[in-house]
């Protein structure tokens, strides 16, 4: 009786599996036998808005905005990490908030270290 349970389980993962690779793979065939193809040059140029792009496409950004948001990543993980850490304060006890202070501790001198950088002032 196990048994068949079990291969009954691995039955329905086999079925998905098929079904997720089947559906997207019929989809894009089908879609590109169906769809319309009339390429023509005013189609092939990009935008589609009647201007001819000038210039590249690729423009550097400053560093600046990638180590702001990088911050704001790790400031945002510490509060997901506050969150349960406050939960469970009362059975963690002095090793909880130990553990927290080194935490935000070494989370404060990276930002100290950023601002002392100048990376936080912007020209």
Do not use: C
Request: aromatic fraction near 18%; charged fraction near 15%; glycine fraction near 8%.
């Amino acid at each position: 009786m196990d048994l068949d349970l079990y291969l009954n389980s691995y039955v329905y993962v086999i079925i998905f599996l098929l079904l997720g690779i089947a559906l997207p793979v019929g989809g894009l065939t089908f879609g590109k036998l169906l769809r319309p193809h009339n390429p023509y040059p005013e189609k092939l140029v990009p935008y589609e808005s009647g201007i001819l792009p000038t210039g590249d496409a690729q423009v550097r950004f400053n560093v600046a905005y990638y180590i702001v948001a990088l911050e704001f990543v790790v400031f945002d993980v510490e509060t997901v990490f506050l969150y349960p850490w406050a939960v469970a304060l009362d059975h963690l006890g002095w090793f909880g908030i130990n553990a927290m202070l080194i935490f935000i501790v070494v989370l404060g001198l990276g930002l100290a270290y950023s601002w002392k950088k100048k990376v936080l002032e912007w020209n």
